[in-house]
């Protein structure tokens, strides 16, 4: 049975991206990666908090200090993120996020075509003959 993921603050989430980004790390060696980041012991109360949430656990004690390890994998972080995104701002809608992107001038014509290509023909057959449908106006 697959477990609930965590909810993550926004500097949790950051924290986390800076473990995942070394595999293995200490708060000292995460603290270090954060841009002006808070002090020590904050980030040390953060992964206190990520412990106590299950998204790391300590993997061995190297001198004095812990080595941690991500619990959580970015990708399905990454879609649990995505979802509450939409959910709470489009109700929703993945083409709304995408229309407001592209007004954002955050996607370029490019990005589109890598979007279209990574979601590859097997995922358009999946996605039924309606879609295809879709595809043929336009």
Excluded: N
Excluded at 65 to 83: F, G, L, N
Excluded at 99 to 128: F, N, P, Q, T, Y
């Amino acid at each position: 049975m697959k477990r609930k993921l965590p909810d993550l603050s926004r500097f949790e989430l950051q924290c986390l991206r800076k473990l995942w980004g070394r595999k293995e790390a200490t708060v000292r060696e995460v603290h270090g990666d954060l841009p002006r980041g808070p002090s020590y012991s904050t980030v040390r109360k953060i992964f206190e908090r990520l412990e106590e949430k299950g998204a790391v656990r300590r993997a061995r004690l190297e001198g004095k200090a812990w080595v941690y390890r991500s619990e959580v994998s970015a990708s399905d972080i990454i879609r649990k993120e995505i979802r509450r995104l939409l959910d709470s701002l489009f109700d929703g809608a993945a083409p709304e996020l995408v229309s407001h992107l592209a007004d954002m001038k955050e996607l370029s014509v490019e990005d589109l075509r890598e979007i279209e290509e990574a979601l590859g023909k097997d995922h358009r057959v999946k996605r039924g003959a309606k879609w295809a449908e879709g595809r043929k106006g336009s």
